[in-house]
Structures are given as structure tokens and as C-alpha cells.
């Protein structure tokens, strides 16, 4: 898509008949429009959403006339405001036009304003002008660009912080991407779906004739709509939980902006993570103790006593011992035998019959020297054992306390930070607590998301087992082999959907994380990386030293990574686009091409070397680049991209209520 010209005739500002031409140069493919505030810049940008969307930020329909020309007319008189946009889109030019009529009633009460007329129309191949059907303009624009995607490539610069958060991010990037035709493909045939193409070749089955089949189709169809009640009630918190995100975000640089306490709140963050580690720590450590204690306390406090013991025995005589480990059923089982184990025939030798009874008298009980022989061995093994035990108590216990230590020295310093935080202007301090309180809803949320996804995972089994158990009945007659048939290639087409979906969506997360970590090494003068999420919003991420970690950012820091963001986007479209036209454009998923990107006040959040750095990335990455921009900014960013200008204007501001557009030179 390339913007070749926009005619603007009483609308807002720019009274009477008003074109501007933009460059379609590759190379010299900037156009840039200087204006002060309040000449009538914004109001470029909102004559291209009116055009193509009917969408302003106006308060009244009645502002979008020229408020001179209203006052001019005579009461009864009329007169009308439009938007044309000529643009090429697949190599055809498009015409877009939306006009409407204002009629003044009264001297000094609001116009009476018609129902705006939109028409669209293209040129065919021979030159001939086709106009597109009214019931078809619509999609003829959400075609060439969707408008969920225009606030992306038609912005004003002074919201471009907030731009990776609106509610439809996710969306808006895989429409840009052409993933939406395999999602909805996808979901035609998700069986977890109640409207699915599945679940309708399930209900025509017919399994009325059994009691269970009835049952299991009811059943079936509940669970379904169970499924569909808490995937809604899923994406509503993940919605919610985003606004909350983005609401800290926007308290957090608040507070870093009031009070000087920038550094106060970034080493509160780094205390916060420190006390969760030792706390982490104190756990492992307090069952350290505990497992060390558990293992040889008996043995520790019984030193004393094995020592007393040990003592005694030395000093007892108990003279002969016997043999260790022995028996006397086996001395008597060798006497029985009449040969000794050494291979002597014990019944012609007595004396070494006597000599085995001698042993046999030693053994215990009749013995007291054996049974203390194998007490002092026994003593010593656990006198031994115990030799280690207090040191490793007391290292053990020694590493709870300086943990413990540490940790009240970090939550010391901690309390003192935030105090000093909330201590100062009162709405440093409403703004902390309000901070709290959404960390607090954020963490409900997301319990609530965790239990959802399971009770979810839970249902999506129950339903594949019902279907298991429904195919098993449906082989009864002819017709449900047909049904069932046609459900097992209806699933077949799903998982194919499904697999294609996945991996595309994991390659434009993947490309787009590229582009945009590429891109904004590229444009900012820092050393942080970007981390793109599930939900596509961005993250900064600064490498401490001890591991990666997210910091607040600025105002300032959001402009130029979301600057990124949008040169990603734009980047990933022309490789996109690129990559079709050297396969012939055949691919299953939806077309897309480069989009141009339009911007109104885009540096008011970022200083002199940002302004230098983006705008040389933008105009190298856009097919297509329209500043709207005041000369103070363009003075800087001339110096970098001055020569890629094909063509300049200038906003004459002659009253508050009356501007004028004039072409300029080359710069």
C-alpha cells in the first residue's frame, strides 16, 4: 500500500479545496509536512481515519466542517466536507472518498449533519474506473488495511508509548501477518467448539435409539458450552490483566518522574528481588539444619554416656571372649557332625571335642566377656559417628544467621526506600498505594487465569472422551459411518490447521523479536534488550551482571522502543510481501505487503540523538514515510535523512480556525 495524494475540502482547518501529493519515490521516499502546534498537523492524521474508517477523536460530528465556512453560510444554506485518499494497493489504484453535508439551522446552534456518503472506486486493467458496490466498501478497505491496524501506521507521535498496548495488539499483529485466515479456518473446525463443523456433524448423529448415546450428545454439548463460558472468561482476564500491566507501568514511571526518586525505586526493585533470593535461600538452608540435626542427634547427645560406658569397660577385666559372630547350635551342630570344619574326625580326638564345648561356654548369655566385647564396639562406632556432628550444626546454624541477617538489613533498607518513596509530595504517595493495589488485583488475576487453564484443560478431555465413547456408538448403522467418516477427516483438516497455525504464529513471534531487538539496538543509545511476550507487548530487559532483569522505563525509552516495534512490524511485512512474490503468491495463509507509515508529532518524547537515530531507521525500513512534524524536530532529523525527502510542505497557520497547505523545496 502506497498513499499517493489526500484532498481535504472544509474539514477542520483547511478551508476550501486542499491536496497534498506524497512522494512513491523508493529512494527519495519521504514526505514530510512542517507545522507548528495547533496549525492543523493532528488534524492530517485524523482526515485519513475519517476517510477510511469514520473514526475521530472529535466531540461533535458538527467540528468536522470548517467552522468559518459554517458561519458564512445563511441559515437554510448548506455545504459539504470531504476526505479523498488516492492509493495503490496489489498495483491498483484506489480512489476512497467520504463527504458530508452540513446544514445551518440557526445563527449560533449546531448544524444539522446528514449521514455521511463513502465512496470507493479502482481502475481497472484497460483504465476503465470500477466502482465498488456499497455493500462492499467496507471490506474493500479492511482489505487493503484493516482498521484494527491503522492506528499503527497512522498515529500521532505524543501516544506512541502506549502504542504495543492497545487492547487488539495480538490481533492486529497476526491480521498484519495474514495468520487471521488459518485462525479462522482453525476455529470452523475446533471440535472444543459449539458452532465448530464438528460439533454440527456430531448433532446430526443418530444415536436417539440408545439411552447413552442421548445421554453422552447432551452431555457433550453442556460441556461445550461450559468450555466457551470460560474461554471467554479467560481472555476477558488476560484483557484485564494487560490494562493492569500497563496501569503499574504508568504508575511506576510516575513515580520514578516526581520526588527525584529514580534511583530510589530502581534499588527498591533490586531489594525486592535480593530479599525474595535470601528468603529462598532461608528456606533451603532451615532444612539444611533441620536434615543435619535429624541425622545424628541421638548419637550426639548420647556422647557423654557411650564416653562414661567406654570407661567402665576398660576398666572391667571380663577375661575371654569368644568367637565373634558365633553360635552355639552351630558349635553343637559340629560336635553332632563329628567332623570339625578344619577336616579332623572329632570322635578319636576328645580333646578337640573339649575345646569346642570351652568356645561354646563363652558365647552369650553364658559369657559376659563377648556381650561386652560387642557393646564397646558398638559404643565406639557411635562415639566415632558423632565426632563431626557439632561442627556441622553450628556451620549449618551459622549460614541461617547471616542469611537471616542479611535479609533484615535488606528489608530494613527497604522500608526506608518505600517510606521515602510515600513520603513526600502527596501524590507520590496515592500513587505507590494505587500501585499496590493493582500488583495486588494483577496477582488475583492471574491465580484466577492458572485455575482457569486447568479447569479448561480439564473440560477439553472430557470432551475428547465423550467423542471417543460417541464414535464407538455411532458405528450402529450406515449413516453414522458416513457421519463418523466425515468427522474423522473434519478433525484430520483441524490438526493441520492447528499444526500450521502454531508454527506460523512461533515464526512471526520469532521474526517479529528479531526485527524489533535489531531495530532498536539501531535506534537507542543504551544498552537494554528487547523481549517481545505472548500477548506481543514489549519488554526492556539490562543484564546486571548476576542475570537479566526488567526495569521501568520512561516515557522517552516507551517512544523509541515502540518506534521499534512499528518499524518491526513494517519490516516483517515487506519480507512478507517480498518473500510471496518470489514463490508466485501461492500460500495458504492471507496476502499482506509493505504499508507506509504516517506519523504526526512523532519525536515529542525523545531528545536530539533518538530523533536522528529513528528517523534514519524508519525511512530505510518504510517503503513509505510521511512526517507530520514540527521544524524544530525535522532541523535534527534533516541532518540525517534530508537527502531521502522526494517531497516538503508547510502547514501556514492563519488564525486558530484557518489553516493553509503550500509545497516547499526539496530539502
Same mark, same amino acid.
Given at each position: 500500500?502506497?498513499?499517493?495524494?489526500?484532498?481535504?475540502?472544509?474539514?477542520?482547518?483547511?478551508?476550501?479545496?486542499?491536496?497534498?501529493?506524497?512522494?512513491?519515490?523508493?529512494?527519495? $521516499?519521504?514526505?514530510?509536512?512542517?507545522?507548528?502546534?495547533?496549525?492543523?498537523?493532528?488534524?492530517?492524521?485524523?482526515?485519513?481515519?475519517?476517510?477510511?474508517?469514520?473514526?475521530?477523536?472529535?466531540?461533535?460530528?458538527?467540528?468536522?466542517? $470548517?467552522?468559518?465556512?459554517?458561519?458564512?453560510?445563511?441559515?437554510?444554506?448548506?455545504?459539504?466536507?470531504?476526505?479523498? /485518499?488516492?492509493?495503490?494497493?496489489?498495483?491498483?489504484?484506489?480512489?476512497?472518498?467520504?463527504?458530508?453535508?452540513?446544514?445551518?439551522?440557526?445563527? #449560533?446552534?449546531?448544524?444539522?449533519?446528514?449521514?455521511?456518503?463513502?465512496?470507493?472506486?479502482?481502475?481497472?486493467?484497460?483504465?476503465?474506473?470500477?466502482?465498488?458496490?456499497?455493500?462492499?466498501?467496507?471490506?474493500?478497505?479492511?482489505?487493503?488495511?484493516?482498521?484494527?491496524?491503522?492506528?499503527?501506521?497512522?498515529?500521532?507521535?505524543?501516544?506512541?508509548?502506549?502504542?504495543?498496548?492497545?487492547?487488539?495488539?495480538?490481533?492486529?499483529?497476526?491480521?498484519?501477518?495474514?495468520?487471521?485466515?488459518?485462525?479462522?479456518?482453525?476455529?470452523?473446525?475446533?471440535? #472444543?467448539?459449539?458452532?465448530?463443523?464438528?460439533?454440527?456433524?456430531?448433532?446430526?448423529?443418530?444415536?436417539?435409539?440408545?439411552?447413552?448415546?442421548?445421554?453422552?450428545?447432551?452431555?457433550?454439548?453442556?460441556?461445550?458450552?461450559? !468450555?466457551?463460558?470460560?474461554?471467554?472468561?479467560?481472555?476477558?482476564?488476560?484483557?484485564?490483566?494487560?490494562?493492569?500491566?500497563?496501569?503499574?507501568?504508568?504508575?511506576?514511571?510516575?513515580?520514578?518522574?516526581?520526588?527525584?526518586?529514580k534511583h530510589k525505586q530502581e534499588e527498591r526493585a533490586t531489594?525486592?528481588?535480593?530479599?525474595?533470593?535470601?528468603?529462598?535461600?532461608? /528456606?533451603?538452608?532451615?532444612?539444611?539444619?533441620?536434615? $543435619?540435626?535429624?541425622?545424628?542427634?541421638?548419637?550426639?547427645?548420647?556422647?557423654?554416656?557411650?564416653?562414661?560406658?567406654?570407661?567402665?569397660?576398660?576398666?572391667?577385666?571380663?577375661?575371654?571372649?569368644?568367637?565373634?559372630?558365633?553360635?552355639?547350635p552351630s558349635i553343637d551342630y559340629i560336635i553332632e557332625r563329628?567332623?570339625?570344619?578344619?577336616?579332623?574326625?572329632?570322635?578319636?580326638?576328645?580333646?578337640?571335642?573339649?575345646?569346642?564345648?570351652?568356645?561354646?561356654?563363652?558365647?552369650?548369655?553364658?559369657?559376659?566377656?563377648?556381650?561386652?566385647?560387642?557393646?564397646?564396639?558398638?559404643?565406639?562406632?557411635?562415639?566415632?559417628?558423632?565426632?563431626?556432628?557439632?561442627?556441622?550444626?553450628?556451620?549449618?546454624?551459622?549460614?541461617?544467621?547471616?542469611?537471616?541477617?542479611?535479609?533484615?538489613?535488606?528489608?530494613?533498607? !527497604?522500608?526506608?526506600?518505600?517510606?521515602?518513596?510515600?513520603?513526600?509530595?502527596?501524590?507520590?504517595?496515592?500513587?505507590?498505594?494505587?500501585?499496590?493495589?493493582? $500488583?495486588?488485583?494483577?496477582?488475583? #488475576?492471574?491465580?484466577?487465569?492458572?485455575?482457569?487453564?486447568?479447569?479448561?484443560?480439564?473440560?477439553?478431555?472430557?470432551?475428547?472422551?465423550?467423542?471417543?465413547?460417541?464414535?464407538?456408538?455411532?458405528?450402529?448403522?450406515?449413516?453414522?459411518?458416513?457421519?463418523?467418516?466425515?468427522?474423522?477427516?473434519?478433525?484430520?483438516?483441524?490438526?493441520?490447521?492447528?499444526?500450521?497455525?502454531?508454527?506460523?504464529?512461533?515464526?512471526?513471534?520469532?521474526? !517479529?523479536?528479531?526485527?524489533?531487538?535489531?531495530?532498536?539496538?539501531?535506534?537507542?543509545?543504551?544498552?537494554?534488550?528487547?523481549?517481545?511476550?505472548?500477548?506481543?507487548?514489549?519488554?526492556?530487559?539490562?543484564?546486571?551482571?548476576?542475570?537479566?532483569?526488567?526495569?521501568?522505563?520512561?516515557?522517552?525509552?516507551?517512544?523509541?522502543?515502540?518506534?521499534?516495534?512499528?518499524?518491526?512490524?513494517?519490516? !516483517?511485512?515487506?519480507?512478507?510481501?517480498?518473500?510471496?512474490?518470489?514463490?508466485?503468491?501461492?500460500?495458504?495463509?492471507?496476502?499482506?505487503?509493505?504499508?507506509?507509515?504516517?506519523?504526526?508529532?512523532?519525536?515529542?518524547?525523545?531528545?536530539?540523538?533518538?530523533?536522528?537515530?529513528?528517523?534514519?531507521?524508519?525511512?530505510?525500513?518504510?517503503?513509505?514515510?510521511?512526517?507530520?512534524?514540527?521544524?524544530?524536530?525535522?532541523?535534527?532529523?534533516?541532518?540525517?535523512?534530508?537527502?531521502?525527502?522526494?517531497?516538503?510542505?508547510?502547514?501556514?497557520?492563519?488564525?486558530?480556525?484557518?489553516?493553509?497547505?503550500?509545497?516547499?523545496?526539496?530539502?
Amino acid at each position: 500500500m502506497i498513499i499517493k495524494k489526500i484532498i481535504l475540502n472544509n474539514f477542520r482547518q483547511y478551508e476550501g479545496k486542499q491536496a497534498v501529493e506524497f512522494s512513491t519515490d523508493l529512494e527519495n $521516499n519521504v514526505t514530510v509536512i512542517l507545522g507548528q502546534n495547533t496549525s492543523g498537523k493532528t488534524t492530517l492524521i485524523q482526515a485519513f481515519s475519517w476517510c477510511l474508517y469514520e473514526k475521530t477523536n472529535f466531540k461533535r460530528r458538527s467540528e468536522i466542517l $470548517n467552522s468559518d465556512v459554517l458561519r458564512a453560510l445563511p441559515i437554510n444554506g448548506s455545504e459539504v466536507a470531504y476526505v479523498e /485518499v488516492e492509493l495503490v494497493h496489489s498495483d491498483q489504484l484506489y480512489t476512497i472518498r467520504r463527504s458530508q453535508r452540513f446544514e445551518k439551522k440557526s445563527v #449560533n446552534g449546531n448544524p444539522k449533519v446528514e449521514t455521511s456518503r463513502f465512496d470507493v472506486s479502482f481502475k481497472q486493467p484497460d483504465g476503465q474506473t470500477q466502482i465498488v458496490p456499497h455493500s462492499d466498501r467496507e471490506d474493500t478497505i479492511n482489505k487493503i488495511l484493516p482498521e484494527q491496524l491503522s492506528d499503527y501506521f497512522f498515529f500521532a507521535g505524543e501516544h506512541i508509548d502506549k502504542i504495543d498496548k492497545t487492547k487488539n495488539v495480538k490481533e492486529a499483529v497476526r491480521a498484519l501477518m495474514g495468520l487471521e485466515v488459518i485462525a479462522k479456518s482453525k476455529d470452523h473446525f475446533d471440535p #472444543n467448539s459449539q458452532s465448530s463443523v464438528i460439533s454440527k456433524l456430531e448433532n446430526s448423529l443418530d444415536l436417539k435409539a440408545t439411552e447413552d448415546g442421548s445421554r453422552m450428545l447432551i452431555e457433550l454439548d453442556e460441556t461445550k458450552k461450559n !468450555l466457551a463460558v470460560l474461554n471467554e472468561r479467560k481472555e476477558y482476564l488476560e484483557s484485564e490483566s494487560g490494562k493492569l500491566r500497563e496501569d503499574i507501568e504508568v504508575k511506576n514511571r510516575l513515580i520514578l518522574a516526581n520526588q527525584g526518586a529514580k534511583h530510589k525505586q530502581e534499588e527498591r526493585a533490586t531489594l525486592e528481588r535480593e530479599i525474595q533470593r535470601l528468603e529462598s535461600q532461608l /528456606v533451603d538452608a532451615e532444612k539444611t539444619h533441620l536434615n $543435619n540435626f535429624m541425622r545424628g542427634h541421638f548419637k550426639f547427645f548420647a556422647k557423654p554416656l557411650y564416653e562414661k560406658a567406654l570407661k567402665v569397660i576398660a576398666d572391667t577385666r571380663a577375661e575371654g571372649e569368644g568367637i565373634p559372630e558365633m553360635h552355639a547350635p552351630s558349635i553343637d551342630y559340629i560336635i553332632e557332625r563329628g567332623r570339625c570344619i578344619c577336616g579332623n574326625d572329632l570322635d578319636r580326638n576328645q580333646r578337640a571335642i573339649d575345646s569346642l564345648n570351652e568356645e561354646r561356654r563363652l558365647l552369650p548369655p553364658a559369657y559376659l566377656g563377648t556381650t561386652i566385647r560387642k557393646y564397646r564396639e558398638k559404643c565406639e562406632d557411635f562415639n566415632n559417628d558423632s565426632d563431626d556432628y557439632a561442627d556441622t550444626i553450628t556451620d549449618s546454624y551459622k549460614a541461617i544467621r547471616n542469611i537471616i541477617r542479611a535479609l533484615d538489613e535488606k528489608k530494613e533498607r !527497604l522500608k526506608d526506600i518505600s517510606k521515602d518513596i510515600s513520603s513526600g509530595d502527596i501524590n507520590v504517595r496515592k500513587i505507590e498505594e494505587e500501585r499496590r493495589e493493582i $500488583n495486588e488485583s494483577l496477582s488475583r #488475576n492471574l491465580n484466577q487465569l492458572s485455575k482457569l487453564s486447568e479447569k479448561i484443560g480439564e473440560l477439553k478431555r472430557d470432551i475428547e472422551n465423550l467423542n471417543g465413547k460417541i464414535s464407538g456408538l455411532a458405528a450402529g448403522n450406515e449413516k453414522n459411518q458416513k457421519i463418523s467418516l466425515a468427522i474423522a477427516y473434519a478433525n484430520s483438516i483441524y490438526e493441520h490447521f492447528k499444526s500450521s497455525y502454531d508454527v506460523a504464529v512461533e515464526e512471526v513471534k520469532s521474526g !517479529l523479536n528479531n526485527s524489533i531487538e535489531k531495530l532498536f539496538a539501531e535506534m537507542f543509545h543504551g544498552k537494554r534488550r528487547v523481549v517481545i511476550n505472548d500477548d506481543y507487548t514489549i519488554t526492556l530487559k539490562v543484564d546486571s551482571g548476576g542475570g537479566e532483569y526488567e526495569l521501568d522505563t520512561s516515557m522517552g525509552l516507551d517512544a523509541v522502543k515502540n518506534f521499534a516495534f512499528v518499524t518491526g512490524l513494517v519490516e !516483517l511485512a515487506r519480507q512478507k510481501a517480498q518473500k510471496r512474490e518470489e514463490i508466485g503468491g501461492e500460500m495458504l495463509d492471507a496476502s499482506t505487503e509493505p504499508y507506509p507509515i504516517v506519523m504526526d508529532a512523532p519525536f515529542s518524547n525523545t531528545d536530539d540523538e533518538h530523533i536522528s537515530n529513528i528517523s534514519r531507521v524508519i525511512s530505510r525500513i518504510a517503503e513509505q514515510v510521511i512526517f507530520i512534524i514540527m521544524k524544530k524536530d525535522w532541523a535534527i532529523a534533516e541532518k540525517e535523512i534530508g537527502i531521502k525527502v522526494g517531497k516538503i510542505y508547510e502547514i501556514k497557520k492563519n488564525s486558530e480556525t484557518n489553516s493553509t497547505i503550500v509545497q516547499g523545496g526539496v530539502s
